[in-house]
């Protein structure tokens, strides 16, 4: 194994260690280093300031630090290229000022200790630092072009008409927790469900078990009002998508008002951030509110792909597709992850599964429908299969 990885941070942000290591050996793939050995560390503030006191007579914590083990520029493949050190504290702190993902700037963080490694230093000289960078500003476009070629469109399923077809008749059947189980064991990446003000569907109790069951990801959809954000500050989900939501509706209407309400917003994001849970706002397909949303740190979006779905003939459909492409790949380029839903079916969701951007689509009613017919596994893996060829 090429990169060992550690951590001795206090675990207040949420960081995939798994994820860091596999960012790291691609990094070290992207540099003809495939087979060397490098050792991360992520520590505290307090951690960092140790170390740059007795390494670097700073008496401070700073983000990164690197320890190479080899000398010079032409550094062989196959070797021990040392360790990198990452203060996950002022990672945080930077990602915050800059608006950018924590995963990010971690991101960036590895890259700027790896080129170290490779023996690279900005301080060495003005023109080494103009190297330097541009050697980072490589790997960084590179594997952002990496990430894209080969993440793979996930699929959440939302449960919230399973609870609709049970509130019917107000008993305890059908129940969305079964559903959810079925939905991961046929290869759901995430459950969605919309715990809404009037309860229509999914009730506290439903939370309360699938919080406790399920294995993927709960995507818990909500308003941001007072009391659903208490909710969720208490039940943890994996993230939340803020939905604008009224009493009338049958089903969500439209995007957020993003720009219109950012100050608002940013709040909630940060209320809820520091229960250590991510944030997709679900949007229209408009430059202004995606902006928006990577300004006030959302972690996702989620593009409405409604106006897609609903589009009738071929040439309004193909102008509303070109939306949510574009769309997307703003979010993506503003370093958002993006997600899609809101009508998709198995005629429509193949097309926005195939943008590089998006990395999961959220669909309930089509596949709900379906599995009143061939049962919910058959529907959820049919859909699966078109959403990754
Ligand atoms: N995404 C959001 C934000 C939604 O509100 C909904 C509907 O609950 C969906 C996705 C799923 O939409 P559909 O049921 O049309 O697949």
């Known amino acids: ?47 960092m300031r140790q170390l740059n006191h007795h ?45 950018v993902p924590l995963r990010q700037r ?19 000289s003005e023109a080494e630092a103009v190297i330097m960078a541009a050697r980072e500003q490589t790997l960084q476009d590179q594997l952002h072009h990496h990430e894209r070629k080969h993440a793979m469109t996930q699929l959440a399923i939302n449960v919230d008409h399973v609870a609709t077809l049970r509130q ?45 069951t399920i294995k993927t990801r709960l995507n818990l959809e909500m308003g941001a009002t007072p009391e ?41 994001i940060r209320q ?14 408009e430059p202004r509110q995606i902006a928006a949303a990577a300004a006030i740190g959302a972690t996702f979006v989620e593009i409405h792909t409604g106006r897609y779905c609903d589009a009738i003939g071929e040439q309004r459909q193909d102008e509303e597709f070109e939306l949510v492409a574009q769309a997307a790949e703003q979010a993506f380029g503003l370093g958002l992850k993006v997600n899609a839903g809101h009508g998709l079916n198995y005629q429509n969701a193949g097309r926005v599964a195939a943008l590089d951007a998006i990395g999961e689509l959220s669909i309930g009613h089509s596949v709900m429908a379906r599995a009143i017919f ?15 060829s």
């Not at 809820?272 to 397909?285: E, K, M, T, Y």
């Not at 049962?375 to 990754?388: C, S």
Request: proline letters at 5%.
């Open 1 to 47: 194994m090429p990169v060992h990885i550690r951590s001795e941070a206090p675990g207040r942000d949420p960081i995939s260690l798994d994820r860091l290591r596999r960012t790291a050996e691609t990094l070290l793939g992207l540099c003809g280093h495939r087979a060397s050995e490098l050792s991360i560390l992520l520590v505290g503030d307090p951690g």
């Open 55 to 99: 390494y670097r007579h700073k008496d401070k914590p700073t983000n990164v630090l690197s320890f190479p083990m080899q000398e010079g520029e032409a550094i062989a493949n196959g070797v021990l290229l040392g360790d990198i050190v990452i203060s996950t504290d002022t990672a945080s702190l930077e990602a915050r000022e800059l608006h």
């Open 106 to 124: 971690l991101n960036w963080l590895l890259i700027h200790g790896l080129v170290h490694l490779l023996g690279h230093d900005h301080e060495r």
């Open 168 to 212: 019917a008749r107000g008993i305890n059947e059908p129940d969305p927790v079964l559903a959810a189980g079925i939905c991961e064991l046929a290869g759901a990446s995430g459950i969605v469900v919309h715990l809404r003000e009037d309860r229509r569907h999914i009730q506290d109790r439903d939370l309360r078990l699938l919080r406790e």
């Open 228 to 268: 659903i954000i208490a909710i969720a500050v208490g039940l943890k989900p994996d993230m939340v998508t803020l939905v604008p939501e009224k009493r009338q509706e049958l089903t969500t209407e439209g995007g957020l008002n993003v720009s219109g309400q950012k100050k608002r917003l940013a709040e909630v």
């Open 272 to 285: 809820l951030g520091q229960a250590g849970i991510p944030v997709s706002l679900f949007v229209d397909p």
């Open 374 to 388: 061939v049962g919910l596994d058959q529907a959820v893996r049919e859909m699966l299969a078109l959403v990754r």
